[in-house]
């Protein structure tokens, strides 16, 4: 069971969604903005650091 984050849950509009999850697949992008992607994204779910 993942924890859930105590700091207050991050809005993302569906167009910036759709493009994180595009960067967070993408294996020609930087590891490091793949990276960032999928931390806004599980962020942005409400799972806390500890989870990802």
Not at 16 to 24: H, V
Not at 29 to 45: C, G, K, S
């Given at each position: ?9 991050l ?35 409400g ?6």
């Amino acid at each position: 069971m993942p924890f859930k984050s105590k700091k207050e849950k991050l809005h993302v509009a569906d167009a910036d969604r759709e493009m994180l999850q595009r960067i967070s697949k993408a294996r020609t992008e930087e590891f490091r903005r793949v990276e960032r992607a999928r931390i806004l994204l599980h962020y942005a779910d409400g799972e806390c650091a500890r989870t990802f």
